[in-house]
């Protein structure tokens, strides 16, 4: 059974940059699809990225386009979410989720495997 622990998150002013990490232990990386979600007060949680077990293929929910990156690094175990730009309406708590040989995909209830989420705030 996989086990994650997300980091790097925390305050930072709108405009400027933060990258959170998903550190993956009681199994190897190499056979997990990654998602990245949020939940904001009183919203549903939402995906905001994935990354499939090689690499090769990544999604992005529309509202981060153009601003995150997602990365993996299997023999580090980790996974991560470079975020610039960031908007007020980023604020949430970000969680990594991962599937077992699963596809990249952003729809929650694909994740088997869950972490406990990293607070990001953005504000002046």
């Known amino acids: 059974q996989a086990q994650l622990v997300e980091s790097g998150g925390g305050l930072v002013q709108p405009g400027g940059p933060l990258r959170l990490s998903c550190a993956v232990s009681?199994?190897?990386?190499?056979?997990?699809?990654i998602g990245w979600f949020r939940q904001a007060p009183g919203k549903e949680r939402e995906g905001v990225s994935c990354?499939?077990?090689?690499?090769?293929?990544?999604n992005y929910a529309d509202s981060v386009k153009g601003r995150f990156t997602i990365s993996r690094d299997n023999a580090k175990n980790t996974v991560s979410l470079q975020m610039n730009s960031l908007k007020p309406e980023d604020t949430a708590i970000y969680y990594c989720?991962?599937?077992?040989?699963?596809?990249?995909?952003?729809?929650?209830?694909?994740?088997?495997?869950w972490g406990q989420g990293t607070q990001v705030t953005v504000s002046s």
């Open positions: 989720a991962a599937d077992l040989y699963g596809p990249c995909v952003l729809w929650r209830y694909e994740y088997d495997y």
């Open positions: 009681g199994y190897t990386l190499d056979y997990y699809a």
């Open positions: 990354i499939s077990s090689s690499g090769g293929s990544t």
